[in-house]
């Protein structure tokens, strides 16, 4: 009984199996790597019957970025509202507060007729009337400008 012969592996066909080992442990860290080699599996058929673990490997690896990309999301949307939204909400305030404050004023206020013509100056007190005498002011006579 001969012993099994096992086919002598060229240069090239290590090379590629050490290729090969090499995708297995790196698909699951580079999403891009998964991506390019699934679409290569997909159009290659024998290929992808051969190496059917390193064909779901990558469908794996892509759908944990993706379900990563998607909790990132969430999380920037919740940080974005708690730090964010209170600013953003005062300053929303802030703008709508003269209009706000417009709405608030009387309603004859903002639709009130328009103002009268200013009064004339008083007219100027004589020289007459400010000599008056001070028993006239005990009499209860006094003059424009002391009634004031």
């Known amino acids: 009984m001969s012993p099994t012969h096992r086919p002598y592996r060229h240069g090239i066909s290590r090379e590629e199996e050490k290729l090969w080992i090499g995708f297995y442990q790196r698909i699951h860290r580079d999403p891009t790597l998964a991506n ?16 059917l673990a390193l064909y779901l490997c990558c469908r ?4 944990i970025a993706q379900q990563r990309q998607l909790r990132d999301q969430q999380i920037a949307r919740v940080v974005n509202l708690v730090l964010l939204g209170p600013w953003r909400a005062l300053r ?13 004023l009387p309603e004859m206020i903002a639709s009130a007729p328009p103002r009268p013509e200013p009064l004339p100056p008083p007219k100027a007190v004589s020289a007459r009337k400010r000599r008056s005498s001070p028993a006239g002011k005990a009499n209860g006579n006094a003059t424009p400008t002391e009634a004031v």
Do not use: F, N, P, Y
């Open 36 to 51: 390019e080699l699934l679409t290569l599996m997909k159009h290659d058929a024998v290929m992808r019957r051969e190496h």
């Open 60 to 63: 794996e690896s892509l759908r």
């Open 92 to 104: 929303r305030a802030w703008r709508r507060g003269g209009d706000i404050a417009v709405q608030c």
